[in-house]
């Protein structure tokens, strides 16, 4: 479903000016699944981590999501 090409594909929109928001659900970024983005402070730096669905599309903020999926919000406060 992911690999290494989405995220150097995302890099480079982001070099481009892309704007990403946290708590938007992006339909149109792996297709026919939702992503989530959600602040994180990481190495003293705040950062929008991506969160991904698990098989069936639900994203790890819903709670019917599979709950290794949910491992990705650990670390996350929330705002």
Same mark, same amino acid.
């Given at each position: @479903?992911?690999?290494?090409?989405?995220? @150097?594909?995302? %890099?480079?929109?982001?070099?481009? =000016?892309?704007?990403?928001?946290? =708590?938007? *659900?992006?339909?149109?970024?792996? *297709?026919?699944?939702? %992503?989530? @983005?959600?602040?994180?402070?990481?190495?003293?730096?705040?950062?929008?981590?991506?969160?991904?669905?698990?098989?069936? =599309?639900?994203?790890?903020?819903?709670? *019917?999501?599979?709950?290794?999926?949910?491992?990705?919000?650990? =670390?996350?406060?929330?705002?």
């Amino acid at each position: @479903m992911y690999g290494f090409g989405f995220f @150097m594909l995302k %890099i480079e929109e982001i070099k481009s =000016g892309k704007k990403f928001e946290q =708590g938007i *659900e992006y339909m149109n970024i792996i *297709e026919g699944y939702p %992503i989530i @983005m959600k602040y994180f402070v990481e190495m003293n730096r705040e950062v929008l981590r991506v969160l991904l669905p698990d098989e069936r =599309g639900i994203l790890p903020t819903r709670p *019917e999501c599979d709950e290794c999926y949910k491992t990705q919000l650990d =670390g996350i406060e929330e705002s």
